[in-house]
Structures are given as C-alpha cells and as structure tokens.
C-alpha cells in the first residue's frame, strides 16, 4: 500500500531557531501534498496544499513566511518552521495524494521548542 | 466557513457494546465525508461516503451518510479494547480544494 514517511519522528530545539521536517511518499508520487498540525487533545487543522513545483497554498492565520514549504519533487515536501517559538510546538502531520483521491498520511513529527 | 462537528467528544463503553459516532458538517460544495481512525500517530482510513443511505461496511464498522440532513454516523459493533482510539470524521474543504476540515474526534474507550 501507499506509505508516506516522515522525518525526524521528534525534534527539540531552542527557540529562534529553525527546524525542517520532511515528509516523503516512499512507494507512489504525490503530486499533492497538505501538511496539518495537530495541538495536544485537538482535531488536525490544514495549514497548507503544496504541489510538486509551485507555490504552497496557505490556510487562513497561517504565516507563510513562518511555515516555510518546499515540494521540490513528487516524491518529497518538506516544511521549515523559521524563527519557531513555543507556541509553535505541536504535531506536524503530513499527508500524500497520488493520481487517486486518497490521502495517505504520514506518521507526524512531534515538535517541541524551548 | 467549512465546519465539521462531531458527537461525543468522549465516549466510554464495555467490550461487546455497539456504539454510534455521529458527525455533522456543513461545507460550500459537499463532495465526500471520511471516516478516519487515529490511535498514536497519524490517521488511518476507514471510510469515504459519498451517496446519501447507502451503507458501508467493513467487519464491525459501518457507516452512513445522510445528505439532506447533513450528517454521518459511524457504528462500531461487538467492540474490542483495540476499537480503543480517536475517530475523525472530515470533509474536503469547499471551493475546490482538497484539503481536509477535520471535526475534533470521538475519543473511544473500551473498557475490558
């Protein structure tokens, strides 16, 4: 079956640095890719669409210039968070789209600043 | 704005109990309702539903979506300690996009 990857699983850093998280469909290209973030007890909100070689589209409320996205390839996005502060720590959840209507998603990266 | 609303949040029963999920949505251009499961990590897929009354089924789960009324439920029957997990119900967002809304889940507990 379709299995998107993602990496690292957890990631700490200091606050004001930047971390990227890549997310990677292993067995399928995706031309689609969505990243979501899901805070402790809470619903998966979408920040972001991103298809391969153009721009990402962002979700109301969300900087874009915070949440760097990057989808270079079919196969890879990756998102940077810049500058990241507390508040920003929170599950990062990827999923995948391929030629079909179905979302695979990845296994999320749990990121927590200091 | 797309808006997915799900009932209980939380929801404790015995194994072997049936138990009833329910989602309501509203959304700009309806195309499909998913039923998703989540335990540690990312969400798995349960159901895509379409067509108003038409039942799907896999094993002890079952659902049904209800377009004129603008609601889903999720049936869960004979429940096992592995049923035990959030469910998510979603829409794809409205004017085209294909991003998912998501409700805030069902947290299920299967007690022995």
């Known amino acids: 079956g379709a299995v998107v990857s993602q990496h690292p699983s957890w990631v700490i850093c200091k606050s004001g640095t930047s971390v990227k998280i890549e997310c990677r469909s292993l067995?399928?290209?995706?031309?689609?890719m969505f990243w979501y973030r899901q805070f402790p007890k809470q619903s998966l909100m979408l920040m972001a669409t991103?298809?391969?070689?153009?721009?990402?589209?962002?979700e109301q409320g969300v900087e874009k210039d915070k949440f760097l996205i990057n989808h270079a390839s079919l196969t890879l996005s990756t998102l940077t968070v810049t500058s990241a502060h507390p508040e920003d720590s929170s599950f990062y959840i990827c999923?995948?789209?391929?030629?079909?209507?179905?979302?695979?998603f990845g296994p999320g990266t749990r990121l927590t600043v200091t | 704005e797309d808006k997915v609303v799900q009932s209980p949040l939380s929801l404790v029963v015995h194994e072997g109990d049936t138990v009833t999920l329910n989602c309501s949505y509203e959304?700009?251009?309806?195309?499909?309702l998913l039923w998703y499961k989540q335990e540690k990590k990312a969400p798995t897929f349960l159901f895509m539903l379409?067509?108003?009354?038409i039942e799907k089924k896999s094993g002890r789960l079952s659902s049904i979506l209800d377009k004129k009324e603008l609601f889903s439920i999720l049936n869960i029957t004979a429940t096992q300690t592995g049923d035990s997990a959030v469910y998510l119900c979603?829409?794809?967002?409205?004017?085209?996009?294909?991003?998912?809304?998501f409700g805030k889940g069902t947290h299920l507990i299967i007690q022995p």
């Open positions: 999923s995948a789209r391929g030629a079909v209507w179905e979302q695979y």
């Open positions: 067995d399928f290209q995706a031309t689609t």
């Open positions: 991103s298809n391969e070689g153009s721009k990402a589209t962002y």
């Open positions: 959304v700009t251009n309806f195309r499909s």
């Open positions: 379409t067509s108003s009354g």
């Open positions: 979603a829409v794809p967002a409205g004017g085209g996009a294909d991003g998912l809304t």
